[in-house]
């Protein structure tokens, strides 16, 4: 789709800020589109027709046998690899878009086997360049954008970036799960706290415990969520929500086993 009017190479110029700052951005906007933009071509349509899993971080997980997605293509995000001590999932792809969660997993994210598509602004100079790691320019305006290969937004969500990314790569039946859509938390959205005590929000206790968290942006994730819909809606793709007992209301709701069963292998 056209980018939207009052953005110029991914950045936003209505909005107020220092002129270096705005030149720090188009400079790192170049370098992006010169060095990393290229590699994602690769994944064009590289999965056209295909069913994919994308999985969220939700404490759903917990209660879910997930050996099924063993065989199917997966998108894990952000801090799964704490469940690889339980289930070996073969994850196909991985994403991370948020700055602290990248500054906490780079050595993860960097010893990952599949390709691990992060923000580029984010992992810069903080995640080491090698093959496994894509970049990806997040700092568009909101909207679905159809190609990766340009800026795209991040939707209050790293689940509309691996919607953004599976459309790219053609996958015309999205399943999620551990989209809890429900979060503990007490402040604004996108407010930066210290998790103290084990984290309830997520699979795993340890996810945020001790650790540097934004406050979720539920209402703003479920905006980007209609727009995803809408896009792949249009496209005649379908997205489903499979969440175990998940308060998202937006995608067609059914089972976890329901999936599997309707899903194609890899």
Known sequence: MAR????????????????????????????????????????????????????????????MDLTPLQERHTFGQNKI????????????????????????????????????????????????????????????????????????????????VSLQIAYYMGFSRVFLIGVDHSFKQ???SHETQVYKGDDENHFHPDYFKGQQWQLADVYGSEVSYHLANYFYKKDGRQIFDATLGGKLDVFPKISFEEAVRLSKKK
């Open 4 to 63: 939207p009017q009052g953005t110029l190479f991914g950045l936003n110029l209505m909005e107020k800020a220092g002129v270096g700052k705005k030149l720090q951005e188009a400079k790192d906007y170049f370098r992006w589109r010169r060095k990393f933009a290229p590699q994602l071509r690769q994944f064009k349509d590289k999965h056209r027709g295909e069913d994919c899993f994308i999985i969220g971080n939700g404490p759903s997980l917990k209660h």
């Open 81 to 160: 690899f704490l469940l690889f001590d339980k289930v070996d999932l073969n994850l196909s792809y991985l994403v991370s878009v948020n700055k602290l969660v990248i500054e906490q997993s780079a050595r993860e994210f960097e010893a990952m086997k599949c390709p691990v598509f992060l923000s580029y602004t984010a992992a810069n100079g903080v995640v080491a360049e090698q093959p496994n790691i894509q970049r990806l320019h997040t700092l568009n305006l909101w909207s679905f954008y159809e190609d990766i290969t340009q800026p795209i937004c991040e939707g209050n969500t790293v689940t509309y």
């Open 186 to 188: 007490s402040g604004q």
